[in-house]
């Protein structure tokens, strides 16, 4: 997925004045123009999400919802800065973090409904799952499920390269790869000589089916979506994240 037909217009406003709902709405219009699934978003509702989330995208009614003035407040409590404009550019990636990610929902569903490739199909599968758990327990098992860790780990991307490209502050890169490589880590648990990955966890306790063979072409990938992974790989990812994420997201020329 490519967001950059967002970044002629961050250029203009990314570090001058947080986004307002206008803007939001211009921002995902263009996206799922862009991406070719009109037919995946019905609607945008500037409310409240309940359960304490910022955004959400309906995967069934095809709604999607934010609320802004929640996402800037929880993007406050982040970052303090005496600079207005990093301040600004902070709230603003917090924001564009909240819709992208909710787009990539929406593009999961546009490929679970148009396409056969298993991974959608698995996605579907975890996706009816969650429509029987409470709030708590999804809430609970949140970065275990392969659609949910496919979007934030998408999102993030996309934001460490709008900070490349427009904001080039250490401090704001840090804080959005921290978060990337804390999420592509979470749901592994690792003892000794094995690791046990989400996959493995949600077919053998929720599901209460074989686990599945799946495959991805590298240890990034694999942890992208919480796929099995050989102790040595998952460590080596501990240890080298941070250089993984600027390797596989090319920003060495940022």
Same mark, same amino acid.
């Given at each position: 997925?490519?967001?950059?037909? $967002? ?33 995946? $978003? ?25 609320? $802004? ?5 929880? =993007?406050?409590?982040?970052?303090? =800065? ?6 600004? !550019? ?15 929902? !929406?593009?999961?569903?546009? !490929? ?16 009816? +799952? ?7 327990? +999804? ?62 966890? @949600?077919?053998?306790?929720? +599901? ?28 080596? +990812? ?11 997201? @090319?920003?060495?020329?940022?």
């Amino acid at each position: 997925m490519n967001f950059a037909i $967002l970044r002629p217009y961050l250029a203009k406003k990314l570090t001058h004045v947080v986004f307002n709902e206008q803007d939001v709405h211009y921002f995902v219009s263009d996206i799922i123009k862009h991406l070719g699934i009109p037919d995946y $978003l019905k609607g945008i509702e500037s409310k409240s999400c309940g359960n304490g989330n910022l955004a959400t995208y309906d995967f069934f009614s095809r709604i999607l919802k934010i609320n $802004l003035a929640n996402i800037i407040e929880e =993007a406050n409590k982040y970052y303090e =800065a005496d600079n207005q404009n990093l301040k600004i !550019a902070f709230v603003n990636l917090f924001i564009l973090l909240s819709i992208i990610h909710e787009l990539v929902h !929406a593009f999961q569903n546009y !490929a679970i409904n148009e396409t056969d490739y298993d991974i959608y199909k698995l996605m579907k599968k975890e996706i009816c +799952f969650v429509q029987s758990m409470g709030d708590e327990e +999804f809430n609970k098992h949140y970065t275990m499920f392969t659609y949910e860790r496919d979007a934030l780990v998408k999102s993030h991307e996309e934001i460490l390269k709008i900070i490349c490209d427009h904001v080039r502050n250490k401090q704001i890169f840090d804080f959005f790869r921290n978060c990337l490589i804390q999420f592509m880590l979470s749901g592994y648990t690792c003892k000794r000589l094995t690791v046990v990955s989400p996959l493995e966890h @949600n077919f053998k306790h929720l +599901f209460n089916e074989e686990v599945p063979s799946v495959a991805t072409s590298n240890i990034y990938n694999t942890l992208q979506m919480g796929f099995p992974i050989k102790v040595v790989n998952y460590r080596r +990812f501990k240890k080298y994240g941070k250089i993984l994420v600027v390797r596989k997201n @090319n920003l060495y020329k940022k």
